[in-house]
T-cell receptor, first 115, second 116 residues
């Protein structure tokens, strides 16, 4: 069975602060894939990043960075210099090596960035 | 940029009625999915579909649910007899290839289903 845990249900920061969203996962698959999606107030799910289990390199994209640590089964997401437009619910998701290739989502973290 | 589209954006129905939610996946994609999100909760997998058949389904996807790809572009989710607890946002997703794992699922904007 697969499981994704996002322990922080809600985070509130002031604009320009850095913020890290935690994600811890469980899977028995040796090959798996991790994702982050953003859900703004409008409701759609926006893909942010994919990471394969055999690639532990961290990634930076503009103000976004991701820290993948297999040893602790974590895939944390950091927003540097947060902006009001970053306010959204962020979901971490896991896809194992299953036939249906389904995504297992965490419960989401609601990020509120105040001006 | 190609995108997944869903219609309608909002559907209101009476309990016990049948509803069909429609999706047009990205044109060269081969794998299709339905997920649902009850208000304020996490996104849950319902079913995946490939090569004109269901490849995996969750416990939520019981006999009241069915999926179909009636033509080369549409992918539908039917709920035969809606219940109050079916009220949720339903997301369709598609992806091009899963064998290499180098893929992401692209989600549609969702259909909000309200069962009264």
């Amino acid at each position: 069975a697969q499981k994704v845990t996002q322990a922080q249900t809600e985070i509130s920061v002031v604009e320009k602060e850095d913020v890290t969203l935690d994600c811890v996962y469980e899977t028995r698959d040796t090959t798996y894939y991790l994702f982050w999606y953003k859900q703004p107030p409008s409701g759609e799910l926006v893909f942010l990043i994919r990471r394969n289990s055999f690639d532990e390199q961290n990634e930076i994209s503009g103000r976004y960075s991701w820290n993948f640590q297999k040893s602790t089964s974590s895939f944390n997401f950091t927003i540097t210099a947060s902006q009001v437009v970053d306010s959204a619910v962020y979901f971490c998701a896991l896809r194992g090596n299953n036939a249906g290739n389904m995504l297992t989502f965490g419960g989401g973290t609601r990020l509120m960035v105040k001006p | 940029e190609p995108e997944v589209t869903q219609t309608p954006s909002h559907q209101v129905t009476q309990m016990g009625q049948e509803v069909i939610l429609r999706c047009v996946p990205i044109s060269n994609h081969l794998y299709f999915y339905w997920y649902r999100q009850i208000l304020g909760q996490k996104v849950e997998f319902l079913v995946s579909f490939y090569n004109n058949e269901i490849s995996e389904k969750s416990e939520i996807f019981d006999d009241q649910f069915s999926v179909e790809r009636p033509d080369g572009s549409n992918f539908t989710l039917k709920i035969r007899s809606t219940k109050l607890e079916d009220s949720a946002m339903y997301f369709c997703a598609s992806t091009s290839d899963t064998t290499s794992g180098i893929n992401e699922q692209f989600f549609g904007p969702g259909t909000r289903l309200t069962v009264l």
